[in-house]
């Protein structure tokens, strides 16, 4: 389990892809242990109206993994192709492909949602929700770093939120899913900071 300080834990929790390790066992333990530090983030109102549907079953893995297949397809086909793609880019398609050839292969899949359909609230009602959920989530990712796990955020299989909220069981018209996070033991732990813009160029003191 790796011992990170919390500046190591905030800027080494990476998206894991191609690293997430497909064959070691996942204790339920683990999972639970993220989701109770998750549920420690703030929430509107105090409210805490999420929960996480957490899929280690293959049944509902294949299910959720068809359908998120289907989307990846859709937006690979979509993309404008690249003559000469840059290295990072490269390496990112490669990544992405290998996360949607392998998701059902992942020992967890988790769905965080939140209580109410988004899409049909007001302004305030949308950033009450995602600012919740979202908080929540990240938090279980944080939590997953700290005892050696990997995490994706990704939303492709949104394009299908009913399809697999009928897969599952999730009620669609009371329920928004709001991600997906592949869930494993990774290859190594050797995670550095991504390469990021300096803070000086995008603070704007005290106005626009």
């Known amino acids: 389990m790796p011992d ?5 834990l905030l800027s080494t929790t990476r998206a894991v892809r191609k690293r ?8 339920r333990a683990l999972l639970e242990e993220c989701v109770d530090l998750a549920l420690q983030a703030p929430s509107a109102g105090n409210a805490q109206t999420w929960s996480f549907v957490v899929l280690t079953d293959q049944p509902a893995k294949d299910a959720v993994a068809h359908w998120y297949r289907r989307s990846f397809e859709a937006f690979a086909a979509a993309a404008e192709p690249v003559a000469e793609p840059t290295p990072a880019a490269r390496r990112a398609a490669e990544s992405a492909q290998h ?3 392998h998701l059902h292969e992942v020992p967890a899949l988790v769905i965080p949602c939140i209580a109410g359909r988004l899409d049909q609230a007001g302004p305030e009602g949308q950033a009450a929700g995602w600012g919740s959920i979202v908080q929540a989530a990240w938090s279980f990712c944080l939590a997953a770093r700290s005892r050696g796990l ?3 955020w990704t939303t492709l299989h949104l394009t299908y939120e009913r399809e697999v909220a009928e897969a599952l069981g999730i009620p669609y018209a009371e329920v928004t899913q709001t991600c997906l996070l592949p869930v494993a033991h990774t290859i190594g732990s050797d995670f550095k900071p991504g390469p990021r ?5 995008v603070i704007r003191w005290d106005r626009w």
């Open 4 to 8: 990170l300080t919390a500046d190591e």
């Open 20 to 27: 997430l390790d497909l064959e070691r066992p996942l204790p």
């Open 99 to 101: 996360l949607a050839d």
């Open 150 to 152: 990997g995490t994706c």
């Open 197 to 201: 813009r300096p803070a000086a160029d």
